[in-house]
């Protein structure tokens, strides 16, 4: 694995980064029950590492929070593996990371 992140990986953190552009994302992207249940207008990105450090070379993650309508506080992690070229065995490889958390 090349020792820095690939320009795929700063491109994404870059525009998830962005709170505006993250809760974008999240509301096109999540069903519409959750984005209805949370004010994205009040995302949050939080400061963090990597989620086992097994996995610290394998893949890094972004974590978001934000309050749902009824004032609880709820997270968002995005784990974004991207391939170079197609690979039938992506969908395994984040089975086994959501797995071994």
Known sequence: MPEHPSNHDRFIKQVLGRPDLAAAFFARTLPSAIVESVRLDELKLVESGFVDAELQESFSD?????????????????????????????????????AHV
């Not at 934000?66 to 992690?77: E, H, L, S, T, Y």
């Open 62 to 98: 972004m974590l978001f929070e934000v309050p749902a309508q009824d004032g609880k506080r709820i997270a968002f992690a995005l784990l974004f593996e991207h391939k170079a070229t197609q690979d039938r065995r992506t969908a395994v490889q984040i089975l086994g990371y959501l």
